[in-house]
């Protein structure tokens, strides 16, 4: 039985675990995807170090790659109205991106959601990983939650996710609460 409102998030479930990766996890994760085909690696790649949804990681193309910034280019598909937003991700990445574009398709990753999905799930395993955090959601969480303890600002969270209120992003910044653990070691 769920007490959350429709529409709000926390970073535990139920039981109270976590829903979002945590540093070491993301760090077996993207070594397990390591060991993956290159379009699967860079698939958990893109998911781990943008944020993004899984739907719009498998909407990506060639042209949404700037590696003049070394940025992914996303399309928010959680909005009625056509956005896009621009995601900063490492340059090795974005090598990998385009070597992979050269391959073909116009699409990065011309897979179905089910078989990204599971794909990922894979690696997941493949890295140890169980729980409520072994999803893709957990990857987009855990991106969040890492940008907040790394004191990104709340309005370039909300860019990167796509956020369309400042009110979703900030559940992420409340979450962390590195500020509030600073106070309490002041109490101990």
């Known amino acids: 039985m769920s007490y959350m409102h429709v529409g709000e998030w926390q970073p535990f479930d139920e039981a109270g675990r976590r829903k ?83 391959l073909g398709d116009d699409r990065l990753f011309p897979m179905h959601r089910s078989t990204a999905w599971r794909n990922v799930k894979q690696v997941m395993a493949n890295a140890n990983i169980r729980g409520p955090m072994a999803t893709c959601k957990g990857l987009r969480h855990g991106f969040g939650m890492r940008a907040a303890s790394s004191s990104i600002p709340g309005n370039l969270i909300q860019k990167w996710l796509g956020h369309a209120s400042p009110t979703t992003s900030a559940i992420y910044l409340d979450a962390v609460g590195q500020e509030e653990r600073d106070f309490a070691e002041r109490m101990w």
Request: one cysteine or more; glycine letters at 2%; hydrophobic letters at 45%.
């Open 20 to 102: 979002y990766l945590n540093t070491l996890e993301r760090k077996r994760f993207l070594s397990a995807a390591d060991d993956m085909t290159p379009e699967v690696r860079a698939l958990c790649h893109v998911l781990a170090f943008s944020g993004c949804r899984v739907s719009e990681a498998l909407a990506l193309t060639r042209d949404q790659v700037d590696a003049e910034r070394n940025a992914l280019v996303i399309r928010t598909l959680k909005r009625r109205k056509l956005r896009f937003r621009i995601v900063p991700i490492p340059k090795r990445l974005v090598s990998q991106l385009l070597t992979l574009a050269d």
